[in-house]
């Protein structure tokens, strides 16, 4: 009698356990849905540009006409940091990791810089405009120069 008892509390535990188990990896996030996505960028070498400005420049300036009035709303929370552009996206980074790139600049030359960093948040301007990427943990990989006179 002790030893059936003995087994059902012990399987009672078991399934308890397993449940519980069955639980925890049901409700643990995804590395595709939290964890952001690490990527290589290239940016232009240009600038970095401040978010106000950026944000200004999209209100004001007839290219960006028919933009996203909430990007560009959301895009002003990030007033501690700066624009970079890549051929693709306008990338923000925080004003303490934007001091990991090597800023250069060059009237007769094309300079790009190429890290590796994580998507935090990804927002379009509106159809026909580049993405506006939010990144961090950058890590400095490579510059290419080339000239603007060939």
């Known amino acids: 009698m002790k030893n059936k008892i003995l087994i059902a509390i012990l399987a009672l535990i078991i399934i308890v356990c397993g449940l519980y188990a069955v639980y925890i990896i049901s409700e643990t996030p ?29 209100r004001t300036h007839p290219y960006y006409e028919g933009y996203d009035n909430e990007t560009v709303a959301w895009l002003e929370k990030y007033d ?51 993405d506006v990427l939010v990144v961090k943990n950058i890590y400095y990989v490579d510059e290419t120069v080339q000239s603007a006179v060939e």
């Open 30 to 58: 995804s590395d595709s849905i939290y964890a952001p996505e690490r990527i290589d960028l290239t940016v232009a070498s240009e600038g970095p540009f401040d978010v106000d400005k950026f944000c200004e420049e999209v």
């Open 80 to 130: 501690d940091c700066q624009i970079l552009t890549s051929s693709d996206a306008f990338v923000v980074v925080n004003k303490t990791e934007i001091g990991k790139i090597p800023i250069l600049n060059a009237n007769d030359a094309f300079i790009n810089e190429t890290f590796e960093c994580n998507v935090v948040e990804n927002r379009s301007l509106g159809d026909g405009f580049k």
